[in-house]
C-alpha cells in the first residue's frame, strides 16, 4: 500500500538546485507519553475543580508543550496566545453548543432552529479559529497567519449545507415511498447518509484547498493544487478497503462471539447466544470502521494534501504510513486502560504525522522578514479571530 | 559571587528569522538581553519538563530560544527562579497519580451520587407545565415517523382507559402517589417497533396494537405494563434521563475529547444505560404496587416475557431486546413481578 501512489505528480517542473541555501527543513517531535500524561492528569483534576472553568488554561498548557517538542529545522514553535481571550472563545463556543445540545433533547421544535443558526455561524467561527491559533503561532520569531477569506469560509462549507437543506425543504414528514412511516424515516436517514459520503471527498477537497490557500509565514504565502477526483480516488479507495474489513470483522466476530458465549454460558451454540455475537460484530465494526477506516482516510489525505502544498520557496512533502494500524492499537489499549492510555496514543500519532512530513526550502529561512499586513483587506475578521480565540482543530 | 550567571540564547526579534546569539541575564526583576531589558511580567517563562525546547515568549512578539534544556534549568535555579506550583505538580508521577486517583474518585461519586441528586434536583424545579409542550412535540415527532393511528376501535380504546383510569384511582385511594396528569394513546406501528409500550415526558403514554394483540386475553399483564410506564411518567423519568445523559457527555468529552469523539461516545453508551436500568427498576417497583393496590396481579406479567420469547426466540434477534437492552434481564423482572412486595395492602 503505497501511500503516495495517489498523490498526482506535480505540473510544475522542480526548481532549479541553484541556490545554495536551498535545505530541507526536517521536522522532529520529542513529546513523551509519559509527561503529557502528568500534564493531561493535573489539567483533568484542575478542569474538574474549577468546574470545567481552567479549560481554556488546560488547553494553552497542552498547546505549549506540543509546540515546545515540536521542531522545525531545530527551532521549536512558540504560541502567543493570551488564556484570557481563550476563555472568552471558550465562554461563547460553550453556550452555543450546550444550547444546541439541551434545545436537541427538550424540545424538537427548538432544535431545527438552533441547528441552523450554529450551520450559520460554524464557517466564520472555523475561519476564525484557524486566524487564532495561527495568528498566535510563530518559527523563529515569525508569526504564521491565515488569510482566507469569510466568504471562501461559506463556499467551502456549501457540499455540506446544500444536501441538508434540500433534504429538510423537501421532505414531507412521514412522507416517501412506502405507507409505513417506520420505513420512510429510515429511508431519508440512509438516503442522506448516502448522499453526504457521495459528496465528502468533494467536501474534503473543498475546505482542504481554502485551508491549505491561505496559510502564510514571513512572505511565504501557501497554495495547493489538489485535484478534486484525487480525494474521491481515495474515497474509492477506503471503500474497497472498507469492505475489507467488513469481511475480516464479520470472520473476527464469529470466532470472537464464540469465545464469548463459551465463557459466558459453557456453550457454542449460536441459537440462544445470539446476542453475543453480535455485541462481538458491533465492537468490531466500531474498532475497523471509525478506529481503522477513518486514520486511513485521514493518512491518505494528509499525504495528497501536504504533499500538493507549496509556497514561493517550500514544498511540502508527506509519507504518512502506518497510521490505521497505529491508530487500532491506540482504540484497544485506550479501551482496556479504560482512557487512561488515551495520552500515550496523542503523543504517537502527533509523532508518526509530524515525522512524516518534509520541508524543500529554496531560500534560507534566517533570511525572511515579516511583512507588514498594511494591505489587507477583512481586518474585521482578524477582530473576530482574537475575539472568539478558540480551536476547533485544524 | 558577584558576576551574575548568564546564558546563551538565540534570540528572535519577531521581525526576521535570522537568529541573533545574545547572553541573556537577569537583574533586579529584568531580563537584560542584546542591549535589551523587559520586565520579567512581560516574558512568558518555559515551563520545566523534561522534554522539549525551552522557549521564552516575549510581549510584542519576540522569542528567546534556549537549545541547552539542562543548562538552562540549571540557570533558572541559579537565578532563584522558581517553578510554580503546577510545574512541579507535573514533574512528579506520584503527584500527577494522586491527581488522576482524585480525578476518578470524583468521576465515580459524581456518577453515583452527585448526577443523580442534582438531576433530581432540577427535575424538581421544572413545573409540569413546562414538560407538557415537550412531550407533546416528542409526540407528534414519533406519531409522524414511526406510528399509524391504531385499529383498535375507540371503544375498545376507552375501555382500557377506563380500566387502566380505575387501577390507578383505587392504587391513590390506598394512599400511594401516583400520576394526576395522563394521557394513553394507542398506535398501530411498524414491523421495527412491535409489542411496545414507552412513556414520555408530561404524562403521555403510548401503547401499541401489536402488544394488545398479544396480550388480549390477558388483561392484568396489559396493565401492569402500562403502570410500569405511569412509574416512569411518577419519576419523570425522561426529564431525569435528558439532563443526566448531557452531563455524562461533557464528562466524557473531557476525559477523551481531543483523541476520538467517536470514541467518547463509548462511556456515554454505558453510563445512560446504567442510569436507564435503574429507572427500570424504580418504574417497575411502582408497577408492581400499583397493580396490588389496584386489584390487578403484576405476577400475570411472566405471560408476556413467554410469549415474546415464543415469538421472537431468544433476546437476541427481538426488535424489543433493542430498544429494551437496558431493563434488567427478563428472569429477573418476572421473579420481581411475581414476589411479594414489601407494601402489599389487603383490602
Known amino acids: ?394 | 559571587m558577584s558576576a551574575l550567571p548568564s546564558l546563551t540564547a538565540h534570540w528572535f526579534d519577531g521581525q526576521q528569522g535570522q537568529a541573533q546569539p545574545v547572553e541573556v541575564r537577569l537583574e533586579d526583576g529584568q531580563l537584560h538581553f542584546g542591549g535589551q531589558q523587559l520586565p520579567l511580567s512581560r516574558v512568558q517563562w518555559p515551563e520545566r519538563l523534561r522534554h522539549g525546547r525551552r522557549l521564552m515568549v516575549l510581549q510584542g512578539g519576540g522569542v528567546l530560544s534556549f537549545p541547552d534544556a539542562a543548562a538552562f534549568d540549571a540557570w533558572a535555579d541559579a537565578t532563584g527562579h522558581r517553578p510554580g506550583l503546577i510545574e512541579r505538580w507535573q514533574l512528579s508521577w506520584q503527584l500527577a497519580l494522586i491527581a488522576l486517583a482524585l480525578v476518578t474518585a470524583m468521576f465515580a461519586a459524581g456518577w453515583r451520587w452527585g448526577l443523580p441528586a442534582l438531576s433530581d434536583r432540577l427535575v424538581d424545579r421544572i413545573p409540569l407545565s413546562a414538560e407538557q409542550p415537550i412531550g407533546d412535540q416528542v409526540m407528534a415527532m414519533v406519531d409522524k415517523q414511526w406510528l399509524r393511528p391504531s385499529q383498535l376501535s375507540d371503544a375498545e380504546q376507552q375501555a382500557w382507559r377506563e380500566r387502566f383510569g380505575r387501577m390507578l384511582a383505587s392504587a391513590r385511594a390506598s394512599g400511594m402517589a401516583v400520576p394526576e396528569h395522563w394521557q394513553l394513546h394507542f398506535r398501530r406501528t411498524s414491523a421495527t417497533l412491535g409489542p411496545n409500550a414507552f412513556a414520555l415526558p408530561g404524562g403521555q403514554m403510548c401503547v401499541t396494537d401489536e402488544l394488545i394483540e398479544l396480550l388480549k386475553d390477558e388483561p392484568d399483564a396489559v396493565l401492569t405494563i402500562l403502570a410500569h410506564e405511569a412509574g416512569h411518567v411518577q419519576h419523570r423519568h425522561g426529564m431525569r434521563t435528558g439532563i443526566r445523559a448531557g452531563v455524562v457527555a461533557a464528562a466524557a468529552a473531557i476525559w477523551l475529547g481531543d483523541y476520538s469523539s467517536f470514541l467518547s461516545g463509548l462511556p456515554v453508551l454505558l453510563a445512560t444505560n446504567g442510569y436507564r436500568r435503574d429507572h427500570e427498576r424504580e418504574a417497575d417497583a411502582f408497577a408492581r404496587e400499583a397493580a396490588r393496590r389496584g386489584g390487578v396481579d403484576p405476577a400475570r406479567m411472566a405471560i408476556f416475557f413467554e410469549r415474546i420469547r415464543e415469538k421472537y426466540g431468544d433476546s437476541a434477534e427481538s426488535p424489543l431486546a433493542i430498544s429494551f437492552s437496558s431493563h434488567p434481564a427478563d428472569s429477573e423482572r418476572i421473579a420481581f413481578f411475581k414476589a411479594e412486595g414489601p407494601v402489599a395492602p389487603k383490602n
Open chain 1, 1 to 394: 500500500m503505497h501511500a503516495t501512489a495517489a498523490v498526482p505528480t506535480t505540473a510544475d517542473p522542480p526548481l532549479p538546485n541553484t541556490e545554495a541555501a536551498a535545505r530541507v527543513l526536517q521536522i522532529r517531535f520529542t513529546g513523551s507519553g509519559s509527561e503529557y500524561f502528568r500534564i493531561w492528569a493535573i489539567n483533568l483534576l484542575l478542569i474538574l475543580l474549577s468546574c470545567g472553568l481552567y479549560l481554556p488554561f488546560a488547553k494553552m498548557r497542552r498547546i505549549r508543550y506540543l509546540y515546545a517538542n515540536t521542531l522545525i529545522d531545530g527551532e521549536a514553535l512558540a504560541f502567543h496566545g493570551d488564556a484570557w481571550r481563550m476563555f472568552r472563545g471558550f465562554v461563547l463556543l460553550a453556550v452555543l453548543l450546550g444550547a444546541s445540545t439541551f434545545a436537541e433533547t427538550f424540545s424538537p421544535a427548538a432544535a431545527l432552529p438552533a441547528f441552523v443558526l450554529l450551520c450559520a455561524v460554524w464557517p466564520a467561527l472555523w475561519r476564525a479559529s484557524m486566524q487564532f491559533r495561527l495568528g498566535n503561532t510563530s518559527w523563529r520569531g515569525l508569526r504564521f497567519g491565515f488569510e482566507g477569506s469569510l466568504a471562501g469560509a461559506y463556499l467551502a462549507h456549501l457540499p455540506v449545507y446544500i444536501p441538508a437543506v434540500v433534504l429538510t425543504a423537501l421532505v414531507p414528514d412521514g412522507q416517501g415511498p412506502s405507507s409505513d412511516p417506520g420505513v420512510n424515516s429510515q429511508f431519508w436517514f440512509w438516503m442522506t447518509l448516502g448522499m453526504l459520503c457521495l459528496m465528502a471527498p468533494w467536501s474534503t477537497a473543498l475546505l482542504k484547498r481554502y485551508q491549505h490557500q491561505g496559510y502564510r509565514i514571513a512572505g511565504e504565502r501557501s497554495g495547493i493544487l489538489l485535484r478534486t477526483r484525487s480525494v474521491y480516488f481515495i474515497g474509492f479507495k477506503m471503500v474497497v478497503v472498507g469492505l475489507a474489513m467488513a469481511v475480516f470483522a464479520t470472520l473476527a466476530a464469529i470466532v470472537l462471539g464464540g469465545l464469548l458465549a463459551l465463557v459466558a454460558t459453557g456453550k457454542i451454540d449460536a441459537k440462544g447466544n445470539g446476542h453475543y455475537y453480535g455485541l462481538a460484530f458491533i465492537g468490531l465494526l466500531y474498532l475497523f470502521g471509525a478506529g481503522g477506516l477513518l486514520p486511513y482516510y485521514a493518512a491518505r489525505i494528509q499525504n495528497l494534501v501536504w504533499g500538493n502544498t507549496r509556497s514561493a520557496s517550500l514544498r511540502l512533502h508527506s509519507e504518512l504510513r502506518g497510521l490505521t494500524r497505529l491508530n487500532m492499537m491506540n482504540w484497544l489499549l485506550i479501551v482496556l486502560t479504560l482512557g487512561l492510555y488515551r495520552p500515550f496514543a496523542v503523543m504517537a500519532v502527533t509523532r508518526l504525522r509530524l515525522h512524516a512530513v518534509r520541508i524543500d526550502s529554496s531560500t534560507d529561512p534566517a533570511t525572511w522578514k515579516t511583512v507588514r499586513a498594511g494591505s489587507h483587506a477583512d481586518a474585521s475578521g482578524d477582530v473576530a479571530g482574537d475575539f472568539f480565540g478558540m480551536d476547533v482543530g485544524l
